[in-house]
Nanobody, 124 residues
Framework: VQLVESGGGLVQAGGSLTLSCAASGRTLSGYSVGWFRQAPAKERDFVAAISWNDGKTYYSDNVQGRFTVSRDNAKSSVYLQMNKLKPVDSAVYYC??????????????????WGQGTQVTVSS
């Protein structure tokens, strides 16, 4: 599976961005697609995930209610709508895939394929 993220950029605090993750190489059926983020000198943290088959979503506590993850089966793409952005949300955002039994996992080591990342910078 090849994953390509896009949609990052610079936004003011309180603003919104939508990230996209386009998958190719195989069907995502049976997988989940997760979003992680990594700020400089920090660990890669779970943000959100979606199960491809049933659309069940998973969120970290610090983005619940502000971010929404969704999928488009026809485009083999997953989106991360980010609202009410804060400077602490600044990071490189990655999408990744996981397989059973790790559907919706919050742990990066349980994901196998990764994109190259897209930078999100939120100014105060």
């Amino acid at each position: 599976v090849q994953l390509v993220e896009s949609g990052g950029g610079l936004v003011q605090a309180g603003g919104s961005l939508t990230l996209s993750c386009a998958a190719s190489g195989r069907t995502l059926s049976g997988y989940s697609v997760g979003w992680f983020r990594q700020a400089p000198a920090k660990e890669r943290d779970f943000v959100a995930a979606i199960s491809w088959n049933d659309g069940k979503t998973y969120y970290s506590d610090n983005v619940q209610g502000r971010f929404t993850v969704s999928r488009d089966n026809a485009k083999s793409s997953v989106y991360l709508q980010m609202n009410k952005l804060k400077p602490v949300d600044s990071a490189v955002y990655y999408c990744a895939t996981s397989r059973p039994p790790y559907i919706g996992s919050h742990y990066s080591h349980e994901y196998d394929y990764w994109g190259q990342g897209t930078q999100v910078t939120v100014s105060s």
